[in-house]
C-alpha cells in the first residue's frame, strides 16, 4: 500500500522520514481486523484505525478490552488487514465497535466504565456537583442511588443516548466517562483488580 502510494516498484522499500509518513497516513486511512482467541462472541472480532507504536505490542483501546474479553493474563491476538476495497467497506461497515452496537445495544454494558474508571466516576459522582458533572461528559440524565453515580445508572442513561443521538454519540460519551474515571482513580492512587469479578459494578 506504501509503495502504490509512493509509486515505487519492487519488493524492498526503503523506511525513510517520507515513507515512514506514508504509512501513517495509509494507516490512518485504513481498517484492520483483530481477532482475540477463543471466538466465544461476535466482538472477538473488531476493526480498528491502527496506530504505530514504537514496541512489539499490540495496545488496544480501553473500551474494546471487555467487548474482547481481553484481561493482560497472556492474551494474543491476530491482526488482518484487508486488502481490497470490498474488504476495507465491509470491515467500517460491520466490525466496527459502533456497528456491533448498532446491530446490538446490549453490548452498552460492555462500554461502560468499569473497574478503575468506575471507581473513579463513583468518586466524582458521590457529591451534588460531581453528579452534575457526569451528566454533562455524558450529555444525558444520569440517576443516582443513595446519592452516587452507579454503573448501571450509566449504562441506562448511554442506552437512551443510543437510542435518541445513535451510535457514535454513545461511543463519544462512553470515551468521555471513561477518561474521567481513569484521570480520577489515577489521581486517587486507587486501583481495581482486572480479575476482580462482575459484583463489583
Same mark, same amino acid.
Not at 477518561?179 to 476482580?196: A, Y
Given at each position: 500500500?506504501?509503495?502504490?502510494?509512493?509509486?515505487?516498484?519492487?519488493?524492498?522499500?526503503?523506511?525513510?522520514?517520507?515513507?515512514?509518513?506514508?504509512?501513517?497516513?495509509?494507516?490512518?486511512?485504513?481498517?484492520?481486523?483483530?481477532?482475540?482467541?477463543?471466538?466465544? #462472541?461476535?466482538?472477538?472480532?473488531?476493526?480498528?484505525?491502527?496506530?504505530?507504536?514504537?514496541?512489539?505490542?499490540?495496545?488496544?483501546?480501553?473500551?474494546?478490552?471487555?467487548?474482547?474479553?481481553?484481561?493482560?493474563?497472556?492474551?494474543?491476538?491476530?491482526?488482518?488487514?484487508?486488502?481490497?476495497?470490498?474488504?476495507?467497506?465491509?470491515?467500517?461497515?460491520?466490525?466496527?465497535?459502533?456497528?456491533?452496537?448498532?446491530?446490538?445495544?446490549?453490548?452498552?454494558?460492555?462500554?461502560?466504565?468499569? #473497574?478503575?474508571?468506575?471507581?473513579?466516576?463513583?468518586?466524582?459522582?458521590?457529591?451534588?456537583?460531581?453528579?452534575?458533572?457526569?451528566?454533562?461528559?455524558?450529555?444525558?440524565?444520569?440517576?443516582?442511588?443513595?446519592?452516587?453515580?452507579?454503573?448501571?445508572?450509566?449504562?441506562?442513561?448511554?442506552?437512551?443516548?443510543?437510542?435518541?443521538?445513535?451510535?457514535?454519540?454513545?461511543?463519544?460519551?462512553?470515551?468521555?466517562?471513561?477518561? #474521567?474515571?481513569?484521570?480520577?482513580?489515577?489521581?486517587?492512587?486507587?486501583?481495581?483488580?482486572?480479575?476482580?469479578?462482575?459484583?463489583?459494578?
Amino acid at each position: 500500500l506504501v509503495r502504490r502510494e509512493l509509486g515505487e516498484p519492487g519488493d524492498e522499500l526503503e523506511l525513510n522520514a517520507r515513507s515512514s509518513e506514508v504509512l501513517d497516513r495509509v494507516m490512518a486511512q485504513s481498517w484492520v481486523i483483530a481477532h482475540r482467541a477463543p471466538s466465544l #462472541k461476535p466482538t472477538a472480532f473488531l476493526a480498528f484505525r491502527p496506530v504505530r507504536r514504537p514496541d512489539n505490542a499490540i495496545g488496544l483501546f480501553p473500551l474494546a478490552c471487555w467487548m474482547m474479553n481481553a484481561d493482560f493474563d497472556g492474551d494474543q491476538m491476530a491482526v488482518y488487514l484487508p486488502v481490497t476495497d470490498a474488504g476495507q467497506r465491509e470491515a467500517g461497515e460491520r466490525l466496527t465497535i459502533s456497528a456491533h452496537l448498532e446491530r446490538d445495544p446490549d453490548l452498552l454494558a460492555y462500554l461502560a466504565p468499569w #473497574k478503575d474508571a468506575m471507581l473513579g466516576l463513583a468518586s466524582v459522582g458521590s457529591s451534588p456537583a460531581g453528579v452534575d458533572e457526569v451528566r454533562e461528559l455524558i450529555g444525558a440524565d444520569v440517576s443516582t442511588q443513595n446519592g452516587m453515580v452507579t454503573r448501571e445508572a450509566l449504562i441506562n442513561a448511554l442506552r437512551s443516548l443510543l437510542r435518541d443521538a445513535g451510535p457514535a454519540a454513545a461511543l463519544r460519551a462512553a470515551e468521555r466517562l471513561m477518561r #474521567k474515571g481513569f484521570d480520577v482513580s489515577r489521581d486517587l492512587g486507587g486501583s481495581v483488580s482486572p480479575f476482580v469479578g462482575a459484583e463489583m459494578d
